[in-house]
Nanobody
Framework: VQLQASGGGLVQAGDSLRLSCAAS????????MGWFRQAPGKEREFVAT????????YYADSVKGRFTISRDNAKNTLYLQMNRLNPEDTAVYYC?????????????????WGQGTLVTVSS
């Protein structure tokens, strides 16, 4: 499975962005998909994840109510709608896929990773 993240950019605080992650190589049927981020000098952290069977989402507390994760299984594409962005959201955002349909927030539980897309939020 190859994952290609896109949609990052430079925005101002309060703006919105939508990230996309296109999967190729095989369909991600039964894969949990997730978004993680890594800010400069910090460890990679969980942002959101979504199951395959019923598209149940889970969010980090820091983004709950502002970010929405979704997936289009027919298009093999994962999305992250980010609203009310603030400078603390500045990071490289990575999409990831896990071969089992059990949601987890641990990066080490994911089997495939995209290359990351940079989101910069200015104050």
């Amino acid at each position: 499975v190859q994952l290609q993240a896109s949609g990052g950019g430079l925005v101002q605080a309060g703006d919105s962005l939508r990230l996309s992650c296109a999967a190729s190589g095989r369909t991600f049927i039964s894969y949990v998909m997730g978004w993680f981020r890594q800010a400069p000098g910090k460890e990679r952290e969980f942002v959101a994840t979504i199951t395959w069977r019923d598209s149940t989402p889970y969010y980090a507390d820091s983004v709950k109510g502002r970010f929405t994760i979704s997936r289009d299984n027919a298009k093999n594409t994962l999305y992250l709608q980010m609203n009310r962005l603030n400078p603390e959201d500045t990071a490289v955002y990575y999409c990831a896929a896990r071969r089992f349909d059990i949601a987890t927030i641990r990066p080490e539980d994911y089997n495939y990773w995209g290359q990351g897309t940079l989101v910069t939020v200015s104050s």
